[in-house]
């Protein structure tokens, strides 16, 4: 975000040093309330474009991960190659509760 912020105050005619040092403060500033009506328009898009990068890229992860998943598992649980396979414990015999009278 911060280099969005200096490319932006670059691109309205501030010197590079001090977009670098106000895009430093802004990316550091935090609060909410009335402050929030006074950040500039284009340092709320710098942060929208930001956040959309980092959700895409999130996004692409996770498609990537779920292709990994359906077309390169086996169903049911997993081992590792050369791992033995173990079979699941016998289940140990159930008593019938009966009420008392």
């Known amino acids: 975000m911060r280099s969005q912020v200096t490319s932006s105050l670059t691109a309205l005619g501030v010197p ?3 977009a670098a040092a106000q895009a430093a403060r802004i990316a550091r500033s935090q609060g909410s309330g009335p402050a929030v009506a006074a950040i500039p328009r284009f340092v ?3 942060f929208a474009h930001a956040s959309q990068t980092v959700f895409l890229v999130m996004a692409g992860i996770m498609a990537a991960a ?3 998943a359906v077309t390169g598992l ?3 649980r997993q081992q590792k190659p050369g ?3 173990v079979a699941p ?3 140990a015999p159930q008593q019938e509760i009966t009420p008392r009278p």
């Open 16 to 18: 590079s040093r001090q």
């Open 44 to 46: 709320r898009l710098d």
């Open 66 to 68: 779920a292709l990994t």
């Open 74 to 76: 086996r169903q049911g």
């Open 83 to 85: 791992e033995a396979q």
């Open 89 to 91: 414990a016998p289940r």
